[in-house]
Structures are given as structure tokens and as C-alpha cells.
């Protein structure tokens, strides 16, 4: 079946970088979007960034332009949020989730076709 399992979260201090993975199986990795969303407690799950099937394409939320990069390595089935300059309203849960049609808004979650079980980010002041 498939399954999207993220690591590399933890705890950092403001100003610090991390990178979280999402590795993919039981799907044509190189035939899907990939999004990364988050959600903080207490607020709805948030659209972070997203790449397009080939990794040409990328889009970003305003609070993370020019701090996260998103990347994929259909090599590996893998895809990666690069964050930087992190801040404590970064603090959530990493979620990172395939599309499959190119259709319909990568900004949604609706349209995304599968989820992982996400990956705790705290960042302390």
C-alpha cells in the first residue's frame, strides 16, 4: 500500500535550519506533486510549499518564501522541506502529501491524494 513517512523534525532554536524527508512507497513516485502542509495546535492544517512532478515547478506560502525550499529526488522517492532562519511560529507538525492530477490548486489540500503521519517541528525562542 502506500505510504509517505516523514522524518528529520525535532527541536531546534530560533535561527537554526533543519530539513524534514518524505519518503514514498507503493506509488509511481515520479508521476506525483508533492505538497508539504502544517498545522499548529489550536489552527488548521496549512499549506507550507509544493513541487510540481518533475521538480520544475515550485510554490510557497508567504510566511516561508525565501526561508523553505522544497525538493524532490524521484531517484530516491523522496521529497525534502529545507527550512532556515526558523522562527517559533514555524512550530507545527510537518505533513507531507502526493497529488496526482495536475488539476485544481496545489495551495489545497483538497486534491491530495495521500498523507503521511507528519513529524513534529518545535522551535524555541
Known amino acids: 500500500q502506500v505510504q509517505l513517512l516523514e522524518s528529520g523534525g525535532g527541536l531546534v532554536q530560533a535561527g537554526d535550519s533543519l530539513r524534514v524527508s518524505c519518503a514514498a512507497s507503493g506509488l509511481a513516485f515520479s508521476l506525483y506533486h508533492m505538497g508539504w502542509f502544517r498545522q499548529a495546535p489550536g489552527k488548521e492544517r496549512e499549506f507550507v510549499a509544493a513541487?510540481?512532478?518533475?521538480?520544475?515547478?515550485?510554490y510557497y506560502a508567504d510566511s516561508v518564501k525565501g526561508r523553505f525550499t522544497i525538493s524532490k529526488d524521484n531517484a530516491k522517492n523522496t521529497a525534502y522541506l529545507q527550512m532556515i532562519s526558523l522562527k517559533p511560529e514555524d512550530t507545527a507538525i510537518y505533513y507531507c502529501?502526493?497529488?496526482?492530477?495536475?488539476?485544481?490548486?496545489?495551495?489545497?489540500?483538497?486534491?491530495?491524494?495521500?498523507w503521511g503521519q507528519g513529524t513534529q517541528v518545535t522551535v524555541s525562542s
Open positions: 502529501a502526493a497529488k496526482r492530477v495536475t488539476a485544481g490548486s496545489y495551495y489545497s489540500k483538497i486534491g491530495y491524494n495521500y
Open positions: 513541487i510540481s512532478v518533475s521538480g520544475g515547478s515550485t
